[in-house]
């Protein structure tokens, strides 16, 4: 498979200071905006389109986006060589989309061949993404043509007397028993109870926390097996989901255990978003924002224009901010895929807000809240640093509460927190804390150590009360 060319990698020059990629490499296609006529965007509503990541010969995949795209095998089935599947969603997704993704895969049409099908069904939230989530044994369904497994809340426990694979609904563990040892059904044990061979597929069907869990599983199920991506919430279709980035989270920090493992395709549903509470549909805005704020001023100037018609879930409106976004992270993968220069750009904000997420508790803050008050702070320490034109942060925080983000950390947090828990940035080099800020004009970012001890500290200081 093949695509464009996309971008460059730009070297790390020996200030430490890296220049990110040139702005908007591929420019979107038009949308029509709030103030357009209806007929343009109610058309806009099924336009299909594909975006490629282009990662050198036979490494490209593509990034379909659509509306009613989970019931198109056609497009997902020529990416599974082995004929098997093994189906990864949770409890909130797997009701509402498992059966039709399912259905999509063994019946494709077209002349395709059909995919035998297996599914695990995780518990919801972030609490859950970890390597206990991946491995232990537990309950199973029968299915016909498959089999589904059923991972219990962390809460719950099976028991003993019950521990060999019983029947369950697929959605809801049954046999919960409050004094018996934790037994799970997970996903590396699903694959091999199921008997899944390297020539397997795993697909992620839900948000990122899925999504990063099935990729990592994949990465290092039987040294690697394919993956796909069919991501159901905003956070996921904009970001998550593309790249190729795979792991779990750590008491320590977050996605402290991973790998770098792309996957075969991605196919974004905008159909599957309007199940989305509000909370969770504003999260995934946060990185949108983000790419008008590192490298796509059209795109920041657009969602200032357009918040309205994305809180809305105009269609039209939210294709466009998918494939723009997706545009602009395909650009920044293709330049640098395993984050040794430019791609490390795509963090801005999340140095705060990872350390937002680990002391309040994985899945209290939802990652794009936590990146919002993260961006919030990163753009103050770039205004306070005269880095950013004037106006620029005010605008930045103005758009994040446009769509009803917060843009500061919880009120117990502390600077020790935020001290400490940075420390443990990835992004940390030589025992130097580098930061992603922004410079220069809208749309210009630079990751750098040299941001001075003392601006910081004034950062946290407006931030936290302790």
């Known amino acids: 498979m093949r695509g464009a060319t996309l971008g460059t990698t730009t070297p790390m020059p020996a200030s430490g200071v890296l220049t990110p990629l040139p702005r908007r490499l591929v420019a979107p296609r038009p949308v029509a905006t709030a103030a357009s006529a209806s007929a343009p965007a109610a058309a806009a509503k099924t336009a299909f ?10 490494r490209a995949y593509p990034i379909h986006i659509g509306t009613g795209l989970i019931d198109r095998g056609d497009l997902l089935v020529p990416h599974i060589k082995g004929g098997r599947a093994l189906v990864v969603t949770n409890e909130t997704v797997g009701p509402l989309y ?29 609490q859950y993404k970890d390597m206990g989530t991946l491995m232990k044994v537990g309950g199973q369904r029968e299915e016909s043509g498959g089999s589904t497994y059923i991972a219990p809340p962390r809460s719950c426990n099976l028991d003993p007397d019950l521990s060999t694979p019983q029947p369950h609904h697929p959605f809801a563990p049954t046999h ?32 990122g926390v899925v999504g990063d869990m099935t990729g990592f599983a994949a990465a290092a199920y039987q ?66 924002v983000k790419y008008g704020l590192i490298r796509d001023a059209p795109l920041f100037e657009w969602l200032e224009a357009n918040a309205g018609a994305l809180l809305a879930r105009d ?75 004037p106006g620029l942060a005010g605008r930045a925080v103005g758009l994040l509460e446009a769509f009803s983000l917060p843009v500061a950390p ?50 946290l200081a407006a931030f936290c009360k302790m």
């Open 49 to 58: 389109r594909t975006v490629t990541v282009d990662l050198g010969p036979d």
């Open 98 to 126: 498992l059966e039709r993704l399912t259905a999509a895969l063994t019946a494709p049409g077209g002349g395709l061949p059909p995919v035998a099908v297996d599914a695990v069904v995780l518990p919801d939230g972030e």
């Open 176 to 207: 919960i028993s409050p004094h018996s040892p934790p037994l799970y059904a997970q996903v590396w044990d699903a694959a091999l109870a199921g008997r899944h061979a390297r020539d397997t597929t795993f697909i992620a069907l839900g948000g």
């Open 223 to 288: 040294r690697g097996v394919n993956f796909i991506q069919v991501p159901t919430t905003v956070m996921a279709a904009v970001d998550s989901s593309v790249g190729g980035k795979t792991g779990v989270n750590h008491p320590a920090g977050k996605n402290m255990l991973g790998a770098f493992w792309q996957p075969e395709a991605v196919l974004v549903d905008i159909d599957a978003l309007d199940t989305l509470p509000d909370r969770e549909y504003a999260s995934g805005m946060s990185e949108v």
């Open 315 to 389: 269609k039209a409106a939210l294709a466009h901010a998918i494939e723009a976004s997706c545009l602009n992270k395909a650009a920044v993968v293709a330049a640098d895929e395993r984050e040794g220069g430019v791609r490390a750009t795509l963090n801005l904000g999340h140095t705060f807000g990872h350390a937002v997420e680990t002391a309040s508790g994985y899945g209290a803050w939802l990652h794009g809240e936590a990146v919002s008050a993260g961006t919030a702070m990163a753009v103050d320490l770039s205004a306070r640093l005269g880095w950013i034109e």
């Open 410 to 459: 919880p009120p117990g947090m502390t600077r020790a927190q935020f001290r400490d828990l940075m420390a443990l940035d990835k992004k940390v080099a030589a025992g130097k804390l580098r930061l992603i800020l922004l410079r220069g004009a809208l749309g210009g970012c630079v990751v750098t150590g040299d941001f001075g001890a003392d601006k910081l500290e004034e950062t």
